[in-house]
């Protein structure tokens, strides 16, 4: 060590030196992540919601800060004076002041952190036999007769698993296996009630549960013997045990885990209103099937109904007069057709006779020629000279003698016929 | 087979359902002649108003082992 100060340095300002220093301590790993154990004192909480304790030893003494944000998130330990704690953090120098203080992120009591390395060992252990794996996990019972409950019968945890069974599922029985849940008693009384439940006849699922505390509050439920007890239960085990985060071996080894016991009871349970609307649907099915019965009757009913009616004698008359009806008017129809079919005939005849008659011809300019005795002369060759006959015309006649007669070639066509 | 001898009030709720159930089941798929339907849709509504009646009246049973209960037996 230089016995003089050199002159020659030049000289800093104090805050460049603070700032210096600070770099220092921010730079150095150590001192970013750090676990110090000490003993708090001079606790603090001023109105910011800050909290401000200085942790110390028979050596020295360590400027702490825990800051309103991160206080939220620690859990479980009560800050108090004379609490000997393990906080972690990051070491920090104030400038104004030019003092370093360690901010805070996280407490825990004296001995978890070898607690904590524990029950890492112990759960690799117990791990490695196989004794947490998902295949041997069992079903749990939809609707459990008899639940057996391992806890402390003076405990808050009892208290609010029978009122969610209450609600929940009433129908059920509960029998409670009472333990100490924490001390050295406890893992001892744990496996006695296990192993009583499962002696008991119609236990259906157990639950093995306890309120929130410290690793240390909730140790027994990583005890060795616990974890074998809860794997050995021929009946299934739900843990809830302690907080949401808090994780033992017996919640590894139970057939489900719960975050607290109020929801191990919700698991080991079908919900009474959940029960009653399948029930609802069970007798709607009920009367559906009942309905859909009925209605193939009534179809087949009605059927049979109608085809009897065909055969009654009643719908035949009536089915006979409907066909008598409906003849008569096509017999009608068919008359009146042939009536007209005649008349027009007629009329044509009628017409054609007109045509045809002497009366006719003889307007035509032709000549009736009859002998004196009234006999039709047809032939020149009846006829004589000097023969009185007499002579038709249209409107009158007219006697007439013969005075010559001449005869025509003969016609190539046969003579013409009378008409008659 | 339904066994309609056994009183419905004599029921426990398990009981009761898994007739219920068993009931229905038959009358949507293999449904007796219509008397013996009605009569099975009669004994099914008895069941359901068991279970109902049941999960209304039902009060939690708590008891807790004793001492002597927890004591390890040999040979049990």
């Given at each position: 060590?230089?016995?003089q ?13 603070t700032?210096y ?7 150095d790993?150590?001192l ?14 001023p109105?910011?919601g800050?909290?401000y304790?200085t942790?110390?030893?028979a ?15 620690l859990?479980g330990v ?9 906080t ?15 901010y ?11 607690l ?9 252990r117990?791990?490695?036999e196989?004794?947490?794996?998902e295949?041997?996990?069992r079903a ?19 208290q ?7 609600r929940?599922?009433?129908l059920a029985?509960?029998v409670?296996?009472?333990?100490a849940v924490?001390?050295?008693?406890a893992?001892?009384e ?10 008991l ?15 240390e509050?909730l140790?027994?439920?990583n005890?060795?013997?616990v ?14 045990i302690?907080h949401e ?32 609307v399948?029930l609802?649907?069970?007798?709607e ?18 059927g ?5 009616g065909?055969?009654?004698p ?5 089915n006979?007069r ?6 008569q008017?096509?017999?009608v129809?068919?008359?009146m057709?042939?009536?007209q ?15 045809l008659s ?19 002369v047809?032939q ?18 007219a ?13 190539a ?8 | ?6 009183a ?5 709720y398990?009981q009761?359902?898994?007739?219920l159930?068993e ?25 359901a108003?068991r279970?109902?009646?049941?999960l209304d009246?039902?009060?939690l ?8 209960d ?7």
């Amino acid at each position: 060590m230089p016995a003089q100060p050199s002159l020659f340095q030049t000289s800093l300002s104090v805050t460049d030196l603070t700032r210096y220093m600070r770099q220092v301590l921010e730079n150095d790993p150590i001192l970013q992540d750090v676990w110090v154990t000490g003993e708090i004192s001079n606790l603090s909480r001023p109105s910011s919601g800050h909290v401000y304790f200085t942790l110390k030893d028979a050596g020295a003494a360590l400027r702490c800060v825990i800051w309103r944000s991160t206080l939220l998130k620690l859990r479980g330990v009560d800050l108090q004076n004379g609490l000997a704690v393990e906080t972690h953090g990051q070491v920090g120098l104030y400038e104004r002041d030019g003092t370093y203080q360690l901010y805070v992120d996280a407490v825990r009591p004296v001995g978890e952190g070898r607690l904590y390395q524990e029950f890492i060992r112990l759960k690799a252990r117990l791990e490695a036999e196989g004794l947490f794996e998902e295949e041997r996990k069992r079903a749990l019972p939809e609707r459990p007769r008899r639940i057996g409950i391992v806890t402390s019968p003076t405990g808050a945890a009892l208290q609010d698993m029978l009122n969610t069974l209450r609600r929940r599922y009433p129908l059920a029985e509960v029998v409670v296996a009472p333990a100490a849940v924490q001390g050295v008693e406890a893992p001892g009384e744990i496996v006695r009630g296990l192993v009583a439940l499962n002696r008991l006849a119609g236990v259906d699922v157990i639950l093995v549960a306890r309120g929130g505390g410290s690793l240390e509050d909730l140790w027994a439920f990583n005890d060795e013997a616990v974890v074998r007890a809860i794997v050995a239960s021929a009946v299934p085990v739900i843990s809830g045990i302690g907080h949401e985060t808090d994780f033992t071996l017996a919640d590894f080894a139970a057939d489900r885990r719960a975050p607290t016991p109020t929801g191990a009871a919700v698991l080991a349970t079908p919900d009474a209103a959940d029960l009653r609307v399948a029930l609802r649907r069970q007798e709607e099915r009920l009367v559906a099937a009942v309905a859909g019965q009925l209605a193939v009757c009534q179809n087949q009913f009605a059927g049979l109904n109608a085809r009897l009616g065909r055969a009654s004698p009643a719908w035949r008359v009536r089915n006979d007069r409907q066909r008598l009806d409906e003849l008569q008017s096509r017999l009608v129809r068919a008359g009146m057709a042939h009536l007209q079919l005649r008349r027009a005939h007629q009329q044509s005849l009628a017409a054609r006779l007109k045509a045809l008659s002497p009366l006719a011809v003889l307007r035509r300019g032709y000549a009736l020629v009859q002998t004196a005795k009234g006999g039709v002369v047809r032939q020149a060759a009846q006829l004589e000279v000097g023969q009185e006959i007499r002579v038709q015309l249209a409107d009158g006649s007219a006697g007439v003698v013969v005075q010559s007669v001449h005869l025509n070639a003969p016609p190539a066509a046969p003579a013409p016929q009378a008409r008659e | 087979m339904v066994d309609a001898i056994i009183a419905v009030e004599s029921l426990s709720y398990e009981q009761a359902l898994a007739e219920l159930e068993e009931i229905t089941r038959r009358l949507e798929e293999n449904p007796p002649a219509l008397d013996e339907t009605l009569a099975l849709y009669e004994r099914g509504q008895m069941l359901a108003q068991r279970c109902a009646s049941l999960l209304d009246q039902a009060e939690l049973k708590v008891r807790q082992l004793s001492g002597e209960d927890l004591q390890n037996r040999e040979g049990e």
